[in-house]
């Protein structure tokens, strides 16, 4: 194995480890759950990224996305979970 694949399966593991993955299935390809993610560089509006089928979603809508993805901060994270269990108690 040479050292550029060695490369790319680091940071598919990375990416794994990192990037929070909701309960939520993608609905785009029905194939598997969304991660958290934002832009490079911003912290709003968080983007909900599918691995099998790249689709990008901000606000259950579908949105072209022109810089990289990286996970979203734990704070964000967090804040999407309490928004989420503030509207299953209602």
Do not use: H
Not at 22 to 33: A, G
Not at 63 to 84: C, H, M, N, Q, R
Request: aromatic letters at 8%.
């Amino acid at each position: 194995m040479d050292e550029e694949e060695i490369s790319k399966q680091v940071s598919s593991l990375i990416w794994d480890l990192s990037a929070y993955m909701t309960n939520e299935i993608c609905p785009n390809c029905l194939d598997s759950n969304l991660r958290l993610t934002l832009e490079a560089g911003k912290e709003r509006p968080i983007i909900k990224f599918c691995d099998e089928c790249l689709y990008t979603g901000v606000n259950d809508k579908y949105t072209k996305i022109s810089g990289d993805l990286v996970p979203a901060t734990k704070k964000i994270v967090e804040s999407y979970l309490k928004f989420k269990l503030r509207l299953q108690r209602r």
